[in-house]
Structure formats: C-alpha cells, structure tokens
C-alpha cells in the first residue's frame, strides 16, 4: 500500500520495529540489511521514509481499520487488540496517483515475509498480470488478503491482479454496503472472489491525528485482513 502515519494518535506504537528503534542511529541493528528501519521501509523512494505525508491517507487508513487503539477514548477502535497484533508499515505506492511498480511491490512482499509479518494486506490492483508477481505470491508462506477491485466488473471477463490469482494463499474481497448488498462499484467474480466485507463510508484514521471516510474494496480487505490475524493471535 501507500505508507502509515506510525505517530497518528490512534496508531501510536502499533507501527514499531523494536530492534531499531532502540539501537543506534546509521547502524543495522537488526542486521536485515536496511538501516533504520524503525517503521518498516518505503520501497517506492527506497529509504525509511513510510510516511511522507498526505499521500499516504490510503495506507493510514487501512492500517486503522486493523489495528486502532481500541480503549484509548479517543476516534476509532481497529478490529484486533493491538496487544496482540502490529502493523509492518511498507510503503510501495506513492505520488498523488498511489501508483507503483511490480519490482517495488516484490520487494515490498518479500521485505514483509523476511521480517516476520504472517498477513499481506494489498489493496491494490491492477489489469497488467505480472507473472514474477505471481510467483512471488505463490511461493510465499504468508496469506494474502486482496481488493478485488473498484470498476464494478467480473473478474472472469475483465481481470485484474492480483486479485485474479487462484492461489490457496490468497483471498480476494468485495466491498460489501451497510445495508448487507454488494457496492456497485464493487468487482465481482463466481471463482474469482471469496467473500465479501464491509467497505463502504468506512471511518478510519488518516495523516495528522485526522478520521476520514472512505469507500472501496480497499476499506473492505483490511477488514478480513484483521479478522485473519485474529484468528491467528488465537491459534
């Protein structure tokens, strides 16, 4: 995704990686070959920058519906006790446009998995298959949680990726309304999406101690993004 406010209010050591934020400055202390990566790394600009500021509200967003402070008194409550669960802050899109590479995205996931993250969030998507993504996924131990897609089509006439991938570590969502039907801006598909969730007028927390609304399957995968590591920190 985009990159975290890791100082938002709600987000506030939710977004931390403890070996660097408590070693010494230039130095890799975690010895993972990135140096300071305190927050995680932008794979984008290729430096340790994950929040570079407004550009990055689809990521913030995304990381709230997680894992927001849920009994601090204060905006939003993720879905998954943040006791239990962290966000790996890695930033592959960026620009006005939240556009980005396949390379950047790559290394993006296997930056993830070398880490110890268990869950891929990506809400992202787009109409190029790129087979070297494709295997990347497929050769990873991690699951892979992705947004179908906002252009309201059938997947099984108009694909789009990876989120058209059948792979058993990969689930595709929908965007599911409030009133229980699916958003006609949401893409679809009889083998090609899972399941659906809520993802529409999602409130979320956003740059600068912000909440905001937004709507997309990209609000509805972080949703089954949290209920999977929950199931997780349980079992």
Known sequence: DGGVDYAHEDLQGNVVNPAELNGQPGIDDDGNGYIDDVYGWNFYSGSNQVYTGSEDSHGTHGAGTIA?????????????????????????????????STASIIRAIQYAEANG??????????????????????????????????????????PSYP?????????????????????????????????????THILSTTPGNSYSYMT????????????????CSQN
Do not use: Q
């Open 68 to 100: 927001a402070h849920a009994d601090n008194g204060i905006g939003i409550a993720g879905i998954v006790r943040s006791d239990h669960v962290k966000v790996m802050a890695v930033k592959a899109l960026g620009g006005w446009d939240g556009s980005g």
């Open 117 to 158: 993250a268990r869950i891929c969030n990506l809400s992202l998507g787009s109409s190029r298959n790129a087979p070297a993504l494709y295997r990347t996924i497929a050769a990873s131990d991690m699951l892979f949680v992705v947004a179908a897609g906002n252009d309201g089509a059938d997947l099984e006439l108009a």
């Open 163 to 199: 989120a058209s991938y059948h792979l058993d570590n990969l689930i595709t969502v929908a965007n599911l309304r409030y009133d229980g039907n699916l958003d006609p801006t949401s893409s679809y598909g009889a083998s090609s999406v899972d399941l659906a969730a809520p993802g």
């Open 216 to 231: 997309g399957t990209s609000m509805a995968a972080p949703m089954v993004s949290a209920a999977a590591a929950m199931l």
